[in-house]
């Protein structure tokens, strides 16, 4: 079985970040100044973050999505990947400027789109094979407590307690608790 990991991602957090700050600026038509003024931020902080320079608080990018009409989670969306996974310390994170709060996004809901969510207790022994779903499902799997093989059944990834993946459920997938009371959380999104 394969171990998939995260560590072909092609740029730096905070340059996907800058990216998507831009992108949105343009697509809303803002120059740097007004998008600045209507954010109530400086533009020259602004100017920073299209660049990749600074690390954005999440009161910062909070203001930004608002000024836009947007929600925050545009400025964190890549593009679709069959098999996603984020170890529990990776993902872009976004930190307050006062206290000990930080924010990871893992997935953000497409337009359109339904999802349930589930909480799974699973024991070790015979794995959990589920056949394909509707074309377009997706299952986001958090796990938190314990180990856990996850994924397409023919390329499962082994989930240690924090990590997160998505992946295709329109083809046959597994899930196997390698850890006895291996808690996870289950999303399953259908078009």
């Known amino acids: 079985m394969t171990d998939i990991t995260n560590s072909a991602t092609p ?37 920073q973050l299209e660049t990749g320079l600074g690390n954005p608080s999440i009161e910062t990018l909070w203001a930004l999505a608002v000024a836009m009409g947007l929600p925050v989670t545009r400025f964190f969306e890549q593009p679709q990947q069959q098999v996603r996974v984020i170890r529990a310390n990776e993902g872009q994170t976004a930190c307050a400027e006062n206290g000990h709060y930080a924010a ?3 997935a953000d809901c497409p337009p359109g789109v339904r999802r349930d969510l589930y909480r799974l207790k699973v024991q070790p022994g015979q794995a ?12 986001h799997v958090l796990l938190c407590s314990g180990r856990a093989r996850v994924g397409p059944a023919q390329a499962p ?9 998505s992946y295709s459920a329109q083809e046959a997938h597994v899930f196997e608790a390698l850890e006895p009371d291996t808690m996870a959380v289950m999303m399953i999104e259908q078009p």
Do not use: C, F, Q, W
């Open 157 to 165: 990834v082994v989930l240690n307690a924090g990590d997160y993946m």
């Open 11 to 47: 740029s730096r957090p905070i340059d996907l970040l800058a990216r998507a700050i831009k992108r949105e600026r343009l697509l809303a038509n803002l120059s740097v100044t007004e998008l600045a003024r209507r954010a109530s931020i400086a533009k020259s902080t602004l100017s």
């Open 104 to 106: 990871t996004l893992l």
């Open 128 to 139: 959990k094979l589920s056949p394909p779903h509707p074309a377009g499902t997706l299952e």
